[in-house]
Nanobody
Framework: QVQLVESGGGLVQAGGSLRLSCAAS????????MGWYRQAPGEQRELVAT?????????ADSVKGRFTISRDNAKNTVTVYLQMNSLKAEDTAVYYC???????????????WGQGTQVTVSL
């Protein structure tokens, strides 16, 4: 069974910083892409940033230059981080960790999601 456990959300003033973490654990053969999505009230879930197993990154235009995604491929636990700087009120949302995981060489990759962590940026 695969779990994505997030931490690091909270309340911060505009211009401040937060760091989100997401650890993947369980029966995992390999992880392809990991990343973060967010969903604000009344809005659709949107991509924030992704990082591949090879280290290639992709960012939403709205966070480029402010957010940095990174990945730690440890032996038993793979962790993805999102360093968020110069936060704005419009960054307020629930942030969801995402991973494309293959649990066995005999099955296809599938998408997994964390439970979500609230990020609130006050003016």
């Amino acid at each position: 069974q695969v779990q994505l456990v997030e931490s690091g959300g909270g309340l911060v003033q505009a211009g401040g910083s937060l760091r989100l973490s997401c650890a993947a654990s369980g029966t995992i053969f390999t992880i392809n892409v990991m990343g973060w999505y967010r969903q604000a009230p009344g809005e659709q879930r949107e991509l924030v940033a992704t990082v591949t197993s090879g280290g290639n990154t992709n960012y939403a235009d709205s966070v480029k230059g402010r957010f940095t995604i990174s990945r730690d491929n440890a032996k038993n636990t793979v962790t993805v981080y999102l360093q968020m700087n110069s936060l704005k009120a419009e960054d307020t949302a629930v942030y969801y960790c995402y991973a494309k995981i293959q649990v066995s060489s005999r099955v296809s990759f599938r998408d997994y999601w964390g439970q979500g962590t609230q990020v609130t940026v006050s003016l």
